[in-house]
C-alpha cells in the first residue's frame, strides 16, 4: 500500500527538503493517501445512500448537489495533507501545498469513481452527476 501511495504522490517531484523524504514516504504518503480515500467513500455514501436513498430527499439529486459534495471532498482532502505533513513535524515548505493540491485534485477523481459505483444504489440520484 506504501508503494502506490508513494508513486501516486511522487508524481509531483521528490519530497522538499529531501531530508524529509524518509517521512514523506513512511508516514505522510500512506496516511493521506488512506484518508483521501476514507473521506471520499463517506462522503459518497452520505451523498448517495444516506441523503438520496434512506432520508429520500427527493429535491438533493441535481448534478450541483453533487457537485457540492465533491467541492467539499477537494477540500478536506487539501486540509489533510497540511494536517498530515505539520503533525509529522516536517519542515515548512512550499512542497506541502503543493502535495495539498496533488491531494484535493486526486481526491476529485476518487469521487468520481466512487461516484459511478454508488449511484446505482441510490432512488432519487441514481442519474447523478450524469
Known amino acids: 500500500m506504501k508503494a502506490f501511495f508513494r508513486f501516486l504522490y511522487e508524481i509531483i517531484g521528490n519530497p522538499q ?3 524529509d523524504t524518509p517521512v514523506y514516504r513512511d508516514v505522510v504518503f500512506p496516511n ?3 484518508l483521501n ?3 471520499s467513500v463517506w462522503l459518497v455514501i452520505m451523498f448517495y445512500i ?4 434512506a432520508m429520500g430527499v427527493a429535491t438533493f ?3 450541483r448537489h453533487w457537485g457540492l459534495f465533491l467541492g467539499l471532498n477537494a477540500v478536506l482532502a487539501f486540509g489533510i495533507a497540511i ?3 505539520h503533525s509529522q513535524q516536517v519542515a515548512d515548505h512550499s512542497y506541502i501545498y503543493w502535495l495539498a493540491t496533488w491531494n484535493a485534485i486526486l481526491s476529485l477523481v476518487w469521487f468520481f469513481v466512487l461516484s459511478l459505483i ?3 444504489g ?3 440520484a441514481s442519474t447523478t452527476p450524469f
Do not use: E
Not at 50 to 53: D, E, G, H, V
Open 17 to 19: 527538503p529531501p531530508a
Open 118 to 120: 454508488f449511484k446505482q
Open 83 to 85: 494536517w498530515q505533513a
Open 122 to 124: 441510490s432512488t432519487n
Open 32 to 34: 493521506i493517501g488512506l
Open 50 to 53: 444516506l441523503i438520496n436513498r
Open 37 to 39: 480515500v476514507a473521506v
Open 61 to 63: 439529486n441535481k448534478a
